[in-house]
């Protein structure tokens, strides 16, 4: 098991949770800057070829977990491995954004869901995308039919 | 910052690291099962709804980080932030399974590239994808173009 340990913090609108959108039809398209600390610099080499990167980050004001949990879709509960809810085992989110332009130290993206100071634990390169028609969406395309009925 | 649990357990065909296919045309299509510890079992409700979940796991045998790495796939350094090398700060590693079934705390999967034995840290439904002519890919994709000269 590891200790988890900041390689940057995330410049971002959201100052609060509650100003990030939530729920189903959410559209997270807002500009932020990943700012990845200079010791760790070397390692964003090559970076600017990648179009959208996988963000992973902490939940820093997250605290504890709870296994079932009704999130904003939906008046539902789910199990927390089924949804994107916060309280996690281990608090870490994952965000997909797109990379703008890279300046030293600064990735700004576009798509940050995370709050202005949040520890960025891990970026990798998004590789391949699964084509639309082959994903399903379980509970969250029934709570979004539901919706439209 | 937080210290790492397993919330579960890889059982996959690969005992060691140079089994796994990597590098340009690897296909992960082995077959393997996340077994979840059974205090966590809760967290699975409704997870069968979903066809493709992303697992963060942990590079449990990794030592260490490298800022810069020859991956498999290429025969020119990268930084670890554009790669999927294991030396990275945060020993965090991600992977895409389809969802096969589901048999109580066992998810019998498709796409394993872990060890077998190797921690599993979460589980996150994936809830979309980029369509494939929105995404760039690198060094990635110059490294294939190299190949295919």
């Known amino acids: 098991m590891f200790t988890s340990r900041p390689i940057g913090l ?5 100052k609060e949770t509650r100003e990030i959108p939530k729920g189903l039809g959410a559209k997270h398209q807002a500009d932020g800057v990943l700012n ?14 990648f179009s959208h990167l ?20 939906d008046n539902r509960p789910h199990g ?8 996690r085992p281990n ?11 890279r300046k030293g130290c600064e990735l700004q993206v576009r798509g940050v869901d995370m709050l202005d100071g949040t520890p960025v634990l891990d970026i990798k390169p998004l590789l391949s995308s699964i084509p639309g028609e082959k994903l399903r969406r379980g509970w969250l395309a029934e709570a979004e039919a539901r919706r439209h009925e």
Chains 1, 2 share one sequence.
Do not use: N
């Open 10 to 14: 995330v410049s971002s609108p959201y």
């Open 80 to 87: 927390v491995f089924a949804t994107r809810s916060p309280r």
């Open 54 to 73: 996988i963000v992973l980050w902490e939940f820093a004001r997250s605290d504890g977990f709870s296994l079932l949990g009704t999130p904003p879709s």
């Open 36 to 49: 990845i600390l200079p010791e760790f610099e070397a390692g964003l080499t090559d970076i600017e070829g």
């Open 91 to 101: 608090p870490i989110g994952l965000t997909i954004v797109e990379l703008l332009r």
